[in-house]
């Protein structure tokens, strides 16, 4: 006699979310940097932008701060980004 | 079929997917396999004693228990039963392994971030009221380790919940660097009829007689020792000393920790009439730091980034403290519980649905 067992997962709900078509180029783009309030991460997006800006173009960067680690960015931190072509999301320590 | 037995018949239609295996053993092979376990054991989940365990608490397969805050899952009962008989419960344990879930979605309990932290904290649950007894959980020898079923189960019962639902799986969600041996499982019952206090869920608000859970993002017990004096004051000194070294050693930052302390010590502080809140008042006194004092533990790097002569409290207020009675009749072993990381999650209690 055979057993069968429930799958303890919770899935997915909602439709499948689709990525952005990859940017062709940066020069001349405008790149958000989000910063996740980590205590390196304003230095290491300093070396990031000063990269993108030199060697891929990049016009102008909307750089802006999670206020709290551990909580996702708000609503109104996103809608000051959302005029930028692509943004960086910093993730972790 | 009566119109009652329909609607029963409804109420307990699972949706979970269902994977036909040999046998039980092969059914704990086969969740090994997927990663759907913490590693031990797991009792296989039926369909029928899911619908068992969900009968027994009085709710629908689809009944939402919470939403995870950031993720916006939303929790149901299936898969909280799902995990509670994986863990090995009893179909009675349901409510309490619902109360803490509930708890742990509060937007206060941080439960994205202290589940997803390098920092490797748990859930810490205490259980208070009746249910504590009705359940026989264990609140004397051992009391954090092994001692007791329904300790065992429940608080396993969350983790299963985290790797499943949450999706809290090391090296994926789950980021900690190390974790400790509290996320297997980290659930005591205050010892209520052998304290001369009130107990931690009625501090917190409710009403005395009701079963309630206390839950907090903790790192690891530390355990203390002192059976060499009856000063209630120089007790205390004990703990807050081990408090004083996590503000070092691991975080400075001020919230909630939790105390455990057995019955020799509870006698004194009995014999001296110390209540929990003097307590509480006084190891906020005692518990704190100055910014400099990271200098003799090797943060030299940080203690010079803002002013050294901060005076750092563990606490916010004497009522981040939580007091809690338990732990065997003999010996001078206490534990400080420590805070995940400061007021970024806060420990949140809150009434089991019987």
Not at chain 1, 7 to 13: H, N, Q, Y
Not at chain 2, 98 to 117: D, K, N, W, Y
Request: proline share 6%; net charge negative.
């Amino acid at each position: 006699m055979t057993l069968k067992v429930l799958d303890p997962r919770l899935g997915a709900e909602g439709a499948a979310l689709r990525p952005a078509p990859p940017l062709t180029s940066l020069d001349g783009t405008v790149i958000a940097l989000l910063d996740n309030a980590k205590i390196g991460t304003g230095r290491f997006y300093d070396f990031v932008s000063e990269i993108l800006e030199r060697d891929h173009g990049v016009r102008e960067f909307i750089r802006r701060r999670k206020p709290d680690a551990t909580r996702p960015v708000t609503p109104e931190l996103l809608a000051e980004m959302s005029g930028a072509d692509a943004l960086v999301s910093a993730i972790g320590d | 079929m009566s119109a009652s037995d329909r609607s029963m018949a409804e109420e307990t239609t699972l949706t979970s997917a269902a994977y036909e295996v040999a046998d039980a053993f092969e059914a704990n092979e086969l969740f090994q396999r997927n990663g759907w376990t913490d590693g031990l054991p797991i009792v296989p989940p039926t369909a029928d004693n899911v619908r068992a365990f969900l009968d027994c608490a009085a709710l629908g397969p689809d009944e939402v228990i919470g939403v995870e805050p950031v993720r916006r899952r939303r929790i149901t009962a299936e898969k909280v039963a799902i995990a509670a008989v994986m863990a090995g419960c009893l179909p009675q344990y349901l409510p309490v392994v619902v109360a803490i879930i509930r708890a742990m979605c509060e937007p206060q309990f941080g439960l994205h971030g202290s589940t997803a932290s390098t920092g490797g904290a748990a859930p810490f649950i205490v259980v208070n009221g009746p249910v504590r007894t009705a359940l026989a959980m264990n609140a004397t020898h051992n009391v954090l380790a092994n001692g007791g079923r329904a300790n065992a189960a429940i608080g396993r019962s969350v983790r299963l919940f985290v790797i499943n639902v949450l999706g809290g799986v090391p090296g994926h969600l789950d980021r900690s660097t190390l974790g400790h041996p509290g996320k297997f499982t980290f659930c005591i019952a205050e010892d209520e009829e052998d304290s001369p206090w009130i107990p931690l869920s009625v501090e917190r608000g409710l009403p005395a007689g009701t079963s309630a859970v206390t839950v907090m993002a903790a790192e690891s017990p530390h355990q203390i020792m002192n059976e060499w004096t009856h000063d209630p004051k120089e007790i205390l000194d004990t703990y807050a000393a081990a408090m004083r070294a996590n503000m070092l050693t691991y975080s400075i930052w001020e919230g909630n920790y939790a105390i455990v302390i057995p019955k020799q010590h509870r006698q004194i502080f009995a014999a001296a009439q110390w209540s929990k809140q003097d307590i509480r008042d006084y190891v906020y006194e005692v518990a704190c730091v100055a910014r400099r004092e990271w200098r003799s533990v090797g943060k030299a790097a940080v203690a010079a980034r803002k002013d050294e002569d901060r005076i750092h409290h563990a606490l916010r207020t004497p009522d981040d403290l939580l007091v809690i009675g338990a732990g065997g009749p003999a010996g001078g072993f206490g534990a400080i519980v420590p805070p995940w990381y400061g007021k970024k999650s806060l420990a949140v209690t809150t009434q089991i649905r019987m």
